[in-house]
């Protein structure tokens, strides 16, 4: 009865350590940029570059050398 006892002992707190790890791995995993923090709330870890630097009032981006746009 005992050695019954220990073995099952022994695979219930295997089972209870796997349990605890996989919950773990699977609630650290995201969706792309967004992390839920809770129901219908998300935390946007988005990366924000830097603009560019005023020139004379305008704004001059490298991917449109033609256009000027005004800074406000």
């Not at 796997?18 to 923090?37: D, F, H, R, W």
């Not at 990366?47 to 746009?69: A, S, T, V």
Request: hydrophobic share 40%.
């Amino acid at each position: 009865m005992l050695k019954i006892l220990k073995r099952w002992g022994s695979m219930l707190v295997l089972a209870t350590i796997t349990v605890l790890l996989v919950g773990k791995a699977c609630s650290q995993e995201a969706y792309g940029p967004y992390n839920v923090i809770g129901y219908n709330y998300t935390d946007r870890n988005i990366f924000l570059p830097d603009l560019p630097n005023k020139h004379d009032g305008y704004i001059e981006f490298h991917f449109l050398p033609e256009r000027k746009i005004e800074a406000k």
